[in-house]
Nanobody, 128 residues
């Protein structure tokens, strides 16, 4: 059974950086994609970035494009989200998610429906 555990959250000032990690355990061969989502207080969870496991292709929400970088280290079964130039609006709980079903067409914007398993999240706070 696959499990996802996020870490790396914390508090930074605007303009700072954080690197989130998502350790994936279990039968990772069943995973087609990993995604990062975030949820700010009072708001819905929103997609941030995705990485296709087999191709390594990455996809980003417009709000983070150019500032965030998703990557994977297969040897460590870990996915990373490098966040630079953080803004107060980037604050929230960040979740790692795994998708076990193939998709025939990459959407312009991933949704929760593209993912089947979620971690518990890690808190990111950005002060202005």
């Amino acid at each position: 059974q696959v499990q996802l555990v996020e870490s790396g959250g914390g508090s930074v000032q605007a303009g700072g950086s954080l690197r989130l990690s998502c350790v994936v355990s279990g039968d990772t061969r069943s995973i087609y994609r990993l995604g990062w989502f975030r949820q700010a207080p009072g708001k819905e969870r929103e997609w941030v970035a995705s990485i296709a496991i087999w191709s390594g292709n990455t996809y980003y929400a417009d709000s983070v494009k150019g500032r965030f970088t998703a990557s994977q280290d297969n040897a460590k079964s870990t996915s990373y989200l490098q966040m630079n130039g953080l803004k107060p609006e980037d604050a929230g709980i960040y979740y790692c998610a795994a998708g076990f079903r193939p998709i025939s067409r990459v959407p312009s914007r991933f949704t929760e429906a593209n993912f089947d398993l979620w971690g518990r999240g890690t808190q990111v706070t950005v002060s202005s």
